[in-house]
């Protein structure tokens, strides 16, 4: 029988409830050192918490300031682009517009030198023709009577002949001046078609700039 | 730049105008018609300069043409192709202002071409119309000729 026994059984209540007294003091000890500890932790918790959130907000804030800065940076950066975008288009479409009107131009002289010197050739062909037609004349003044059937007939024949040369004449002439005229047209056209293309290869090429220049490819606009 | 991709640049295009160069060789032997017509048919000023300019204006573009092909081989990577692109870009505006143009002359070659064919057209044209006219009044001539001897016979 050991000690605790046999005080409980020679009256062990006695001893028995200072010691129920102690493990309640004990248990109630441990219990307030329990919830003092979960309250320091709940409050530590509650700090930590705190500071977290500070730090996300100072986090927050900073990683805005940093966007911010960058789209300043940024939009910066596309207003320049823009500027430098618009001076070279304005620049390309300027030499591009210059080189069309010389082109269009030259065209229109060459089409201009073209009929002219058709229209020469032609009245020095005319001048042949009528002078022919008056040596036929006088050839037949020459060898027939005026008066005669046949100074008559022959006659009317030769002027038949100038009528035809003029009706000619002007068949011809309002051919070629038809002809420049849509020529001239058709030119217009095709310098119209040709500045299109131009500024759509332009816009492409120079949109393909912008782009490779967003990416951050700088170094192809500098080359 | 990458060194390697001017290296293929410079060597394609040493090829392209060897070629093109080849090209004005031969049609010189061999008579192309425009060239042809420019040195020795035409005698109207004029017109020769239109068929000289022709002919000078598709052998400038078909240095471009060529490149152009080198550039539609898919097997040449992008970066490659628009480095290449830059180069040639750049030697071909000095080579077209040293045929006495500007550089912006190389976008309306093609439209340069097809006018100045409209404009060789026309003029044929007309020219074919003077030929039937002058065969006319020729005809027109001997025909009264003809009758006036005939009158004189009677």
């Not at chain 1, 219990?31 to 309250?39: F, G, V």
């Not at chain 1, 037949?140 to 030769?158: K, L, N």
């Not at chain 2, 031969?26 to 018609?33: H, I, K, T």
Request: aromatic share 10%; charged share 30%; net charge negative.
């Amino acid at each position: 029988m050991n000690l605790m026994t046999l005080i409980k059984y020679v009256g062990g209540s006695i001893i028995e409830m200072p010691l129920q007294i102690v493990d309640r003091q004990l248990e109630f000890y441990q219990q307030r050192k329990n919830a003092e500890h979960a309250q320091q932790l709940r409050m530590e918790e509650a700090s930590f918490m705190q500071q977290l959130d500070m730090e996300r907000q100072k986090f927050s804030a900073e990683l805005n300031e940093m966007i911010a800065n960058n789209e300043i940076e940024r939009s910066g950066k596309v207003v320049e682009i823009f500027m430098e975008y618009q001076k070279t288009m304005a620049k390309c479409t300027t030499s591009i517009q210059e080189s069309l009107g010389k082109m269009t131009i030259e065209l229109r002289r060459q089409a201009h030198d073209l009929m002219e010197e058709k229209k020469r050739l032609y009245y020095q062909m005319q001048k042949d023709a009528t002078n022919s037609a008056m040596e036929q004349l006088k050839t037949i003044r020459r060898e027939f009577p005026e008066g005669s059937m046949e100074y008559q007939i022959m006659g009317d024949a030769v002027r038949a002949q100038i009528i035809g040369i003029v009706e000619n004449s002007n068949r011809f002439m309002k051919v070629i001046d038809e002809d420049f005229a849509r020529m001239v047209s058709n030119l217009d056209t095709i310098s119209r078609n040709a500045e299109a293309n131009a500024n759509q290869y332009l816009s492409m090429a120079f949109g393909n700039l912008l782009q490779s220049k967003f990416r951050g490819d700088t170094k192809l606009l500098r080359d | 730049m990458n060194s390697q991709r001017e290296i293929f640049a410079l060597v394609n295009f040493i090829e392209i105008t060897r070629e093109c160069r080849r090209q004005l060789v031969e049609d010189v032997l061999r008579g192309n018609p425009d060239l042809f017509r420019f040195l020795f048919e035409d005698k109207n000023k004029n017109v020769q300069s239109l068929y000289k300019q022709r002919y000078e204006l598709k052998w400038l573009e078909a240095h471009w043409l060529k490149c152009k092909e080198l550039f539609d081989n898919t097997d040449i990577p992008i970066a490659t192709r628009r480095e290449v692109l830059k180069i040639f870009l750049k030697w071909y505006q000095k080579f077209v202002e040293a045929w006495g143009y500007e550089s912006a002359d190389a976008f309306f070659f093609n439209a340069e071409i097809e006018s100045l064919e409209l404009l060789i057209d026309t003029n044929q044209r007309w020219t074919a119309m003077l030929n039937q006219l002058e065969m006319s009044f020729v005809r027109e001539t001997k025909l009264l000729d003809k009758q006036i001897e005939e009158v004189k016979k009677l």
